[in-house]
């Protein structure tokens, strides 16, 4: 597997475990996503508003938007699990469509990430890896704090090997996608 076909996998994980987590937190009541919890950020709608701000930013910063830092700066957290879902599954697409459209050489590409008193020069390989590690750290955080609620956490790491199919048979055909769709390059 080359470096790019292991980004366009993970990038296609990241919305599968995003699809299964916000479909365990839709049983949630608005009152359990906002409820106080320990954490780094102090509830799951914090947490979960905090990974799609940041992959908004990231996104933005990869793809050359001179508004990142704009982007970032104006905005505004869902306070219920449905409209986070359904902003979060947008950002995502559009990120494995980014993923899909580099070739091994633009993970060396330079990326300017405005960070309001400086710029942060980055190649891209590097960003995007700091993205999913980012997205992974936080979903994970999530998870525990969904352990404190009457919702079962959700198995978040079936994506990644190919020989786990049936595992993800449902999440796949939610997400109208095949199982070639997730193991590309």
Do not use: K
């Amino acid at each position: 597997m080359t470096l790019i076909g292991h980004l366009r996998t993970t990038a296609r994980a990241n919305r599968l475990a995003n699809h299964r987590l916000h479909g365990a937190m839709a049983g949630l009541s608005a009152a359990d996503f906002q409820a106080p919890r320990t954490s780094f950020f102090p509830s799951l709608a914090a947490t979960a508003n905090h990974i799609l701000a940041v992959d908004i930013y990231y996104l933005a910063a990869l793809r050359g938007e001179a508004d990142m830092a704009a982007q970032y700066l104006r905005f505004a957290p869902c306070a219920d699990v449905p409209r986070l879902a359904a902003r979060q599954r947008a950002i995502d697409e559009r990120l494995i469509r980014h993923v899909e459209g580099l070739g091994e050489a633009d993970l060396d590409a330079e990326i300017a990430m405005d960070r309001g008193d400086r710029i942060q020069i980055d190649r891209a390989g590097h960003v995007l890896a700091h993205l999913f590690n980012h997205q992974v750290h936080h979903r994970g955080q999530l998870h525990a704090m969904l352990a404190g609620t009457a919702i079962a956490p959700p198995q978040l790491d079936e994506f990644l090997m190919p020989s786990e199919a049936a595992l993800r048979a449902a999440d796949l055909q939610a997400l109208g996608w095949r199982e070639a769709d997730l193991f590309v390059g």
